[in-house]
């Protein structure tokens, strides 16, 4: 159901017109639905071109500003120019990613799998990778990784699983604007690796919370200036799913959110 | 209409001028837009404070940093923000001479940020907008900036524009 037709008259209205009336409510029902679809298409679109533009800026901008330093005459400390061709890598690193995952999505429009290469992957280096790298990224929250285990093994693709982690911990430090705790944990349940990543920051309202992983849904409670493309959690659910995992939200609006994702330890080999 | 264009380049960012900078400082706007930063640099040395303080609000730290170090290079003091309550708070510790103000902010809109900054200080705080939006003019107008440019802005030019805003 998308809306509803009323329509208002004196005498009673017969089976004939609600008849005729069908195809019109159909009509406008389809349009409806297409006008959606395209609000959601270009949300998506300019906010993927928003998340592409952040990279790109500062991959342009340290590179002008090496150009500066290398002027007759610049500024040019060695160890500030090594941390700006790092911030390069970086950046270009984050940016394949982005541009990566969107290809995921679109094979996955296409009813293509994504086709993973599994490799064993340890899980803790993967998250502690991750909380350092989005560490990096704010100074108002503190990402820490919180776990018994020295290493968790899995075979897993670990470039998909590394960007699934990195869409949960960023989507925490951006839905949380007030700074605050990032916690990731991980241990192992049984023939499962468990990894947490919890926030406190704005959550999700309860009637929100099941279509959350769904393409283009985004918490009613999202204000408009956090810009966001509606796909990051759908790629999560996609990418631990094919994995033969699951993936839970649980959270409490105003309070924060805890993501959960299961990864099978040996189900990889037990799949060929 | 609440300024006169005065720069526009195959760049997407434009520059207002506001009628009262025109007629008080007579300044050739386009001059400076289109000479060199290193003539603009020399031809002010020499009448400007030499520790003139920039604020730079961005809510990407990696945008944060390049800027950061680009206008230390330039010889400024460099306070940075990742949102409106961190900019607010900085300048009200110290005051900037102008601020580089992404109006995209996960707290304040950059437009409640140039509001709040200006009842702390005075109208004429110069601040220039960066956004990664495309229809920010209007915004960029409204926060009352003196200048917008678009990201990936061109590095030069956004100096050569905090140059003009601060000393022109």
Not at chain 1, 40 to 59: C, G, M, N, V, Y
Not at chain 1, 172 to 199: C, F, H, N
Not at chain 2, 139 to 158: E, I, M, N, S
Request: charged share 25%.
């Amino acid at each position: 159901v998308v809306g509803v037709m009323a329509m208002f008259s004196r005498t009673q209205i017969s089976q004939i017109t609600l008849n005729a009336l069908e195809p019109v409510a159909t009509t406008i029902a389809l349009g409806i639905a297409r006008r959606r679809l395209e609000r959601q298409r270009d949300e998506f679109l300019s906010a993927a071109a928003h998340d592409l533009k952040t990279p790109l800026t500062s991959i342009r901008g340290l590179v002008q500003l090496l150009q500066r330093r290398a002027r007759p005459g610049g500024v040019v400390p060695a160890e500030q120019v090594a941390g700006n061709l790092e911030q390069i890598v970086r950046s270009t690193g984050k940016m394949s990613g982005l541009i990566d995952e969107l290809l995921d999505i679109s094979r996955r429009d296409s009813n293509e799998p994504i086709t993973l290469h599994p490799a064993p992957t340890d899980l803790v280096r993967l998250a502690r990778d991750v909380a350092a790298d989005c560490q990096r990224s704010t100074r108002q929250h503190k990402v820490c990784l919180e776990t018994a285990e020295t290493e968790l093994i899995g075979n897993w693709d670990a470039s998909r699983l590394e960007r699934a982690i990195g869409n949960l911990v960023t989507n925490a430090i951006k839905y949380s604007p007030g700074g605050g705790d990032v916690t990731i944990t991980v241990q192992r349940e049984g023939e499962w690796a468990a990894l947490t990543v919890s926030d406190n920051g704005i959550g999700i309202p309860p009637a929100d919370v099941a279509r959350i992983f769904e393409r283009f849904q985004r918490a009613g409670n999202v204000p408009a200036r956090i810009v966001g493309t509606g796909i990051g959690l759908n790629y999560v659910r996609d990418v631990v799913e094919e994995h033969g995992g699951q993936v839970t939200a649980d959270s409490e609006q105003d309070r924060g959110s805890t993501f959960t994702m299961r990864l099978p330890l040996a189900a990889s080999e037990e799949k060929r | 209409m609440t300024g006169i264009m005065v720069l526009e380049s195959e760049e997407a960012g434009f520059a207002f001028q506001p009628p009262s900078l025109e007629s008080s400082h007579g300044l050739e706007f386009e001059d400076i837009a289109d000479g060199p930063a290193a003539t603009l640099r020399e031809r002010d040395a020499s009448r400007l404070p030499t520790t003139a303080r920039v604020l730079v609000v961005d809510d990407e730290e990696e945008i944060r940093s390049f800027l950061e170090q680009a206008l230390q290079d330039e010889g400024f003091v460099v306070d940075t923000a990742a949102n409106g309550q961190e900019a607010l708070a900085l300048a009200g510790e110290n005051r900037p001479g102008l601020v580089v103000l992404d109006i995209m902010l996960p707290d304040l809109s950059g437009g409640e940020v140039a509001d709040h900054l200006r009842a702390q200080y005075n109208a004429d705080l110069p601040i220039l907008v960066i956004t990664a939006d495309t229809g920010a003019e209007g915004k960029a107008q409204r926060a009352g900036a003196f200048a917008y440019l678009h990201k990936p802005f061109d590095l030069d030019k956004l100096i050569k524009l905090v140059h003009q805003g601060l000393y022109s």
